[in-house]
């Protein structure tokens, strides 16, 4: 790993839209399902995912959802079920109420929050299956009272079987009742648009490659949307009590995910930096995704060196990383001056993968520094607000006036007109 210093290795990272070649791409895959729904569906399936389906293949047989159970092994399956509880008792505690305000002159006033009514998750294949984020964009969903979720997936996730079948048991774990078969930018499009044969959604969330992040930016105002995320981020701040070997295979937990995955460690320690440098290379050598991870280490890892644990932390809030693991001697100390990161993880039991896949939050984060303004998924994302205006006679009658003023100073003289009408007949 490269060690520098901050303004060496540059605190930016550009966020990635996509070549002119793959917006076009994506946009013609967008319109084709827009305006021919299930034929373009099922074309554009065969051509980017080699598999020949027709409509009635689309949806997912619960035979099928069976039959992926009987291949999946008893502890993935104990573990999944004991994941699912602690997510959902986790993002139970984020529940809000509808409420209502009653003014001692009559006037009441509120908000009241309804669920979606349907929402599509997005469950990618390409380098890797993630049941893990199959349960972390459902169970909220489900917590915020979503009557309807759907799953869509590439047709071959789990290779020219068909799809993963700890996917689909995920997801069956999970609840969701309607899965189909399709995946790319022309899955993303039929969620947005609907065909014959899949209803159109509310909200599309779940990760996905360059195309179907490109989608759901084409999609979004049809249709809600997540974010548009890109590749995997961790950032580690240590100082000379953490041990190399455990930051190493933090480090590399990331990297593994994909070539432009980054990784970076922020240290006042020259030590630290040299150890565990060393200590990514050893564990490399013996990691199965070698490749993938090298690439991301060579080209978007570092170790960064500061003066003091002050200035790691500036520099991290300049980052706002979607993973932060704090593994210093006094880790509680520094949580109130950590301004921007989407998930922080305290101590040197807390390993990033103790987030992506058990203790409970969410794991759908924040990347490219958009933690300076967005979160986490969760509850509330799922979830309407719709105001709620009683006004009485008696609060119209004191303060008619005055929101007439305003009307007026902004030119809009029927806005006062609705209010004067009253005032003039009630007012009597």
Known sequence: MRIMRPEQFGLKREVEYGTPEQNEAVRKIVEGVRTEGDAALLRYTEQFDRVALDAASLLVTQEE??????????????????????IRVFHEKQLRNSWMDLQPDGTMLGQILRP??????????????????????????????????VMVTPPATGGKAGIDPYILVAAAEAGVKEMYRVGGAQAIAALAYGTDTIAPVDKICGPGNIYVALAKRAVFGAVDIDSIAGPSE?????????????????????????????????????????????????????????PIARASIDNYGAVLLVDSLEEGIDVINRLAPEHLEVLTADPMSLLGLIENAGAIFLGPYSSEPVGDYFAGPNHIIPT?????????????????????????????????????????????????????????????
């Open 116 to 149: 979606l009514k349907r929402v599509g998750v997005y469950v990618p294949g390409g380098k890797a299956a993630y049941p893990s984020s199959v349960l972390m964009n459902v169970i909220p969903a489900q917590v915020a009272g979503v009557p309807e979720i």
């Open 368 to 428: 490219n520094g958009t933690a300076r303004f967005s979160s986490p998924v969760n509850v509330d994302d799922f979830l309407k607000k719709s105001s709620l205006i009683y006004y009485s006679k008696q609060a119209l009658l004191a303060n008619g006036s005055k929101i007439m003023t305003l009307a007026r100073h902004e030119g809009l003289e029927g806005h006062a007109r609705a209010i004067e009408v009253r005032l003039e007949q009630e007012g009597k």
């Open 65 to 86: 959802i069976q039959a992926a159970y009987d291949k999946v092994d008893d502890a993935f399956l104990a573990a999944i079920r004991e994941a699912a509880v602690n």
């Open 234 to 290: 961790i950032v580690v701040l240590a100082d000379e009590a953490a041990n190399p070997s455990y930051i190493a295979a933090d480090l590399l937990s990331q990297a593994e995910h994909d070539e432009m995955s980054s990784a970076i460690l922020v240290t006042p320690s020259e030590a630290l930096a040299q150890a565990v440098a060393a200590e990514v290379d050893r564990q490399l050598a013996t990691l199965p995704r070698e």
